[in-house]
């Protein structure tokens, strides 16, 4: 089975629409939000496949030592896609925000979300 993570915020629509195709889906934290499991203890074993939230949750905080890079740590070393949401037209200004960061990240619009995930 299919397990998407997700950080808060993410539509509750989309992950209910995930569930009813069969797919699991794991409530995710940034490490200052306590939303669910901390996105850098992620392992093999959790079995994700992809990770979905907004771009501003991998930022922390002005002040904070970690940038985005060390928040999705985890989602590099273990391979796991990461789907960032901003909308199409802000895609440009995404990437140049990102720099390098991009590795491993793809910018989808909220509208194409449910299908970049289903691929």
């Known amino acids: 089975m299919k397990r998407i993570g997700y950080l808060e915020g993410t539509d509750p629509g ?3 629409k995930l569930v009813l195709d069969g797919m699991g ?6 490490g200052w939000d306590g939303h669910g499991k901390y996105i850098n203890h992620l ?4 079995n994700v496949s992809a ?15 970690e940038g985005p890079r060390d ?4 989602c590099r070393t273990h391979k796991i896609p990461v789907y960032l949401i901003v909308p ?13 960061m991009a590795e491993g990240v793809t910018l989808v619009d909220p509208s194409e979300v449910y299908d970049a995930l289903t691929k």
């Open 88 to 100: 199409k037209a802000k895609h440009k200004a995404a990437r140049s925000y990102l720099k390098q």
């Open 43 to 46: 392992t093999n074993e959790d």
């Open 14 to 16: 989309l992950l209910s």
């Open 71 to 74: 928040v999705l740590f985890s």
């Open 51 to 65: 990770v979905v939230g907004y771009l501003h949750k991998i930022f922390p905080p002005e002040g904070t030592a």
């Open 25 to 30: 889906t794991m409530p995710l934290g940034n």
